[in-house]
């Protein structure tokens, strides 16, 4: 099992930056492929970003392609969001989750997920 734990949230302004950050205990951070979801209120959870174990791949949602760039390091057991020209839009929970498969674009193919943290994001 792998333990996740969000920080970094906040409220900030349209155009303003954040980084989240994800820290994993448990079995070895590296063996899993990981992802950023977010959740706004009355909509479904999506995939913001997905990143391979070994930070060789990233794919991003077409909304934030441009502006987030996700990354990971391994021996600090970490998963970043940098999220930069942030919009109003972009305001939800965020979420990290952890797949055991080598490349997960979907919810339901993640295993772990941690608690979530809050993005508002001000016009």
């Known amino acids: 099992q792998v333990q996740l734990v969000e920080s970094g949230g906040g409220l900030v302004q349209a155009g303003g930056s954040l980084r989240l950050s994800c820290t994993a205990s448990?079995?070895?951070?590296?063996?899993?492929?990981m992802g950023w979801f977010r959740q706004a209120p009355g909509k479904e959870r999506e995939l913001v970003a997905g990143?391979?174990?070994?930070?060789?791949?990233?794919n991003y949602v077409g909304a934030v392609k441009g502006r987030f760039t996700i990354s990971r390091d391994n021996a600090k057991n970490t998963l970043y969001l940098q999220m930069a020209s942030l919009k109003p839009e972009d305001t939800a929970v965020y979420y990290c989750?952890?797949?055991?498969?080598?490349?997960?674009?979907?919810?339901?193919?993640?295993?772990?997920w941690g608690q979530g943290t809050q993005v508002t994001v001000s016009s």
């Open positions: 448990g079995r070895s951070f590296s063996t899993y492929f």
């Open positions: 990143i391979s174990r070994t930070d060789e791949n990233a």
């Open positions: 989750a952890a797949s055991a498969l080598t490349s997960a674009y979907y919810a339901d193919t993640y295993h772990y």
